[in-house]
């Protein structure tokens, strides 16, 4: 089996921001010249996520209100009894997840007709970055 690894940053320039990332994660896949695997996306941040969907902005607008909706943005968590300001964040996070696994076939990855592959920020205005794992033959 073979392996590539890649990182990628983003510095989002609000506090909430739904990335399309498919090309990126295609292109990798292509550098790695992997045939037949899996591709592994990974947010290393627990206040940011990565999945699978549509890329319909008006979908994309009932994630994020949905998401506002079951872990709204507040003072009032435990958290934040740290001195953090971003308890609606982590838990952003665990409602969408943190990474996703995308088949490889044929040296492209195998989605469906409408899946894209998204990052998702709950608390960006900084630095922060997912890997990208392409593991098979
Ligand atoms: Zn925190």
Redesign the pocket.
């Known amino acids: 089996m073979r392996t590539t690894t890649e990182y990628v940053w983003f510095n989002t320039t609000r506090k909430r921001e739904f990335i399309n990332i498919t090309q990126q994660v295609a292109d990798v896949l292509a550098k790695s010249q992997i045939q037949e695997g899996l591709a592994l996306v990974s947010a290393m941040h ?2 940011a996520g990565v999945y699978v969907n549509d890329a319909e902005s008006g979908l994309i607008q009932d994630i994020e209100d949905w998401l506002q909706k079951l872990a709204p943005e507040g003072p009032d968590y435990r ?2 009894r ?1 001195g ?4 609606d ?2 838990l952003k996070n665990l409602l969408i997840g943190h990474q996703v696994i995308v088949p490889v076939t044929d040296g492209k990855l195998d989605l469906g007709p409408w899946q894209q592959i998204y990052y998702a920020e709950f ?1 960006g205005r900084r630095k922060k970055r997912i890997i990208i794992k392409i593991m098979g033959e």
């Open positions: 627990i206040t958290h934040h740290t953090e300001a971003n308890g964040a982590h608390d």
